[in-house]
Structures are given as C-alpha cells and as structure tokens.
C-alpha cells in the first residue's frame, strides 16, 4: 500500500529564509504523481506543486520548488524567502495506486509539518 | 467566487442525529471527491465520483455514511446516527478528469462536532 511519510511534526524559520520540508514516499506503481499542499489555521487546503514521476526537471512554482529524488523516494519541498504569512501546516500527498481507473484519482497524504515563520 | 463551496461551515450536532452536508465544485470539474480530516491528521479519502457515477468508497465510509451526485454537479454527505468518533473536518475537493491540470481544489470545509 502507498504510504507518504513526513518526519518533521513541526518547522521553526526565520523570516526571509530558506525552508526545506521533507517528504518520502512509498508506492509500487511505476507512474505516479506527487503533490504538496499548505492548510492555513482557515482549514482550506491550497494547493502548491506538483511533481510527475516521470518529469525531468523539479518542479517551481513561485517562492516553491520541489526537490524530487526518485531514488531515494523523497519529493521535499523548499520554500524560498519565507514569509510570515507561510505559517501553515503543509502536506505531501500522491494519487492513489493505479486500480483500474484512468486519470485523476483520490490522494494520500502525510500527517503534515507545521511551519512557523518568526519575524 | 468560482472556487469549491460547501455548507454548513460547521454543524453541531448531538449523538444520533442524521447531518447532511453540501458540496458545490468548480463548475467544470467532473471529478468530486470527499476527504475526512481528524486532528492533527492529513485529510483521509472517504468516496469520490466522475459525473454521477460513485467510482470508488474507502473502507472507511461505513454504512452510516452515503454520498450523491444526482446531477453530476453537487454532491451531499449524509451521515446517519451520528457518533463521537464522527467529529472532524470534511472536506471536498473537485478536479478534472483527466488531462489538463492535476490538482485538486479543496473547499474551506464542514466542521461536524457531535456532542
């Protein structure tokens, strides 16, 4: 079974520098898909990087990028010139294994890390 | 506000009621999914569906629990003789099919509390 694995309970940066969040993951498919998403203190999932298995190149989006290591099974997320308004929890997902339904299917996400921002 | 929408924002409600929530998706999404998040937990896959048609249930959704589509637009949980173990947020997320974009968008959330 998939399994998404996030080590760090919670994260302390000061504002204006780098983060990396940690992210290892577990599947048996040989194509899937990784996603991260932040949850401010509202409630709302917000997504923020996608990452294919079969892309060539990290992902970036903005202030995010995603540190993808296929062998080592780990997608990070690094958030660049942190802001206070990063504070949130974040969450590492991927798509279910394949059970025979094409296309975009129901994730599986990691207990999260919450972040804090310090000013 | 063209995003996914859904209602009550809370409902409390006392052990052994029935509850039904809302889910409205992004108006061209065809893929609605419904996700149940407990303290300090990530969000767990409970149903989703393509259209109107349920493509998949997650052990999870016990016999107490039923979902529609009835017009491939928005979707109901209902929850029948809610328990404790029930309290949590539920969450709804739309997305396409396949192609295009992989994301799914996720609505602000039910926060169901059973007293």
């Known amino acids: 079974a998939q399994k998404i694995t996030q080590t760090q309970p919670g994260m302390f940066v000061q504002e204006k520098e780098a983060v990396t969040l940690d992210c290892t993951y577990d599947?048996?498919?040989?194509?899937?898909?990784l996603f991260w998403y932040k949850q401010p203190s509202s409630g709302e999932m917000i997504f923020l990087i996608y990452?294919?298995?079969?892309?060539?190149q990290n992902a970036t989006e903005g202030r995010y990028s995603l540190n993808f290591q296929k062998a080592r099974k780990s997608a990070n997320l690094v958030i660049s010139a942190s802001q206070l308004g990063d504070s949130a929890m974040y969450f590492c997902?991927?798509?279910?294994?394949?059970?025979?339904?094409?296309?975009?299917?129901?994730?599986?996400f990691g207990k999260g890390t919450r972040l804090s921002v310090i000013a | 506000d063209t995003g996914v929408s859904q209602n009550p924002r809370h409902k409390i409600t006392k052990r052994g009621q029935n509850v039904t929530f809302r889910c409205d998706p992004i108006s061209e999404h065809n893929r609605l999914y419904w996700y149940r998040q407990t303290l300090g937990q990530g969000p767990e896959f409970l149903t989703y569906?393509?259209?109107?048609?349920?493509?998949?249930k997650s052990r999870l959704l016990s016999d107490r629990f039923s979902a529609e589509r009835p017009k491939g637009s928005f979707s109901t949980l209902e929850i029948q003789r809610t328990e404790q173990g029930d309290s949590a947020m539920y969450l709804c997320?739309?997305?396409?099919?396949?192609?295009?974009?992989?994301?799914?968008?996720f609505g602000p959330g039910t926060r169901l509390t059973v007293t």
């Open positions: 997902a991927m798509r279910e294994e394949y059970r025979g339904i094409s296309g975009n299917t129901p994730l599986v």
């Open positions: 569906f393509q259209n109107e048609a349920q493509l998949e």
């Open positions: 990452q294919g298995s079969y892309d060539q």
């Open positions: 997320a739309s997305s396409l099919g396949q192609g295009g974009s992989y994301e799914q968008y």
């Open positions: 599947t048996s498919d040989p194509s899937y898909g």
